[in-house]
């Protein structure tokens, strides 16, 4: 089983629609928790971080952590053509100093 | 803040020569991170760095890898004969020293053995 997984495809969606991603996460014992937004051709910049179990908003960002079924999501609402990238979930598990990354889930946001 | 830089941008290479990549964190961060992405998936952790301690290295490395930081401040990454399997975005992050770390990423190297 990976440490984080993230398995749908790439996601499209209409401008101003919301779009939802979700995260899995093999570790209990994980503590913190990432987003992070890569355009193509270029390096992961963090957008996101929960620690706690509940919502946590950032302007038109929410990521959502429920620690109990170990699932992690971001909503992005009024989704603009920016928002288009790829999506990287990742996961600091207890006792871990790194990172663990899912695979990444392209969005696209069709005008 | 300067943020991370990572030199080369690019390298092209033949299969079996040696290349060395480097790494300037963010200057007020301790640790320093290797990370590794091919295309399609997310970044895979190589090693990491504490001041001038190498911490940790992935099972997952190779004995060709080799990463130093040796005055605590920038590292370097070789790696030796390389293999068309090497062909990858070879990323560095960096962090301060607390519980819950986010990393913040250069603009990576992209390897191309041939």
Known sequence: QKEVEQNSGPLSVPEGAIASLNCTYSDRGSQSFFWYRQYSGKSPELIMFIYSNGDKEDGRFTAQLNKASQYVSLLIRDSQPSDSATYLCAVNSHGNNRLAFGKGNQVVVIP | ?114
Request: some cysteine; proline content about 4%.
């Open chain 2, 1 to 114: 803040d300067t943020g991370v830089s990572q030199d080369p941008r690019h390298k092209i290479t033949k299969r079996g020569q040696n290349v060395t990549f480097r790494c300037d964190p963010i200057s007020e961060h301790n640790r320093l991170y290797w990370y590794r992405q091919t295309l399609g998936q997310g970044p895979e952790f190589l090693t990491y760095f504490q001041n001038e301690a190498q911490l940790e290295k992935s099972r997952l490395l190779s004995d060709r890898f080799s990463a130093e930081r040796p005055k605590g401040s920038f590292s370097t990454l070789e790696i030796q004969r390389t293999e068309q399997g090497d062909s990858a975005m070879y990323l560095c992050a960096s962090s301060r020293t607390e519980t819950n770390e986010k990393l913040f990423f250069g603009s990576g190297t992209q390897l191309s053995v041939l």
